[in-house]
């Protein structure tokens, strides 16, 4: 069962910040929150990961709560290429290895 | 090297019949993973290898399902008898750092149709 809890989509203007939301209330406090996104009939891309601290990297910044229960993916100017569904992920150990649970993701829409 | 690689890209095969898909991981990267995904949904893990040992296998690889990596480079995932259910998108991925801390590097696919 996923870990993680998206809206299921979302609209941003092109230009602006694109904010993607994430409730993962479960998460334990070694298990880490990661981003991918998935373009049309394509496999999914890495965006970003983090455990407690907020992250940055050329793609996005990860936003994470001080209770991490939640965090925010933040498209800081999004384009048109940016449509794609992100998907919110936990890292947990299973039967002694660590999976990457995926949900159902966000499917979220650039407009013009 | 420009990133994973997967073989076919489609695929449409009659119910009954065997079907085997080709992944070529990122070269220096050791770990390699199977996953399946089906439409509207996130991807699910099928089986991850290290290096050319089979170390972690989902109840969903059922006993028609069986990965190969023989000599720790490109990988394998056999179907057989496919059935209707069998129909997704296979997706390859791989990893150089452990338990893919900085991120897996997926394929575009493998799709799947039985019909």
């Known amino acids: 069962d996923a870990k993680t809890t998206q809206p299921p989509s979302m609209d941003c203007a092109e230009g602006r910040a694109a904010n993607l939301p994430c409730n993962h209330s479960t998460i334990s406090g070694n298990e880490y929150v990661y981003w991918y996104r998935q373009i049309h009939s394509q496999g999914p891309q890495y965006i970003i990961h983090g455990l407690k601290n907020n992250e940055t990297n050329e793609m996005a910044s990860l936003i994470i709560t001080e209770d991490r229960k939640s965090s925010t993916l933040i498209l800081p100017h999004a384009t048109l290429r940016d449509t794609a569904v992100y998907y919110c992920?936990?890292?947990?150990?299973?039967?002694?290895?660590?999976?990457?649970?995926w949900g159902a993701g966000t499917k979220l829409i650039i407009k013009p | 090297d420009t990133g994973v690689s997967q073989d076919p890209r489609h695929k449409i095969t009659k119910r009954g019949q065997n079907v085997t898909f080709r992944c070529d991981p990122i070269s220096e990267h050791n770990r390699l993973y199977w996953y399946r995904q089906t439409l509207g949904q996130g991807p699910e893990f099928l089986t991850y290898?290290?290096?050319?040992?089979?170390?972690?296998k989902s109840r969903l690889l059922s006993d028609r399902f069986s990965a190969e990596r023989p000599k720790g480079s490109f990988s394998t995932l056999e179907i057989q008898r496919t059935e209707q259910g069998d129909s997704a998108m296979y997706l390859c991925?791989?990893?150089?750092?452990?338990?893919?801390?900085?991120?897996?590097?997926f394929g575009s696919g493998t799709r799947l149709t039985v019909v």
């Open positions: 290898f290290q290096n050319e040992a089979q170390l972690e």
């Open positions: 992920i936990v890292r947990v150990l299973m039967d002694s290895n660590y999976q990457l649970i």
């Open positions: 991925a791989s990893s150089l750092a452990p338990q893919g801390v900085d991120g897996y590097t």
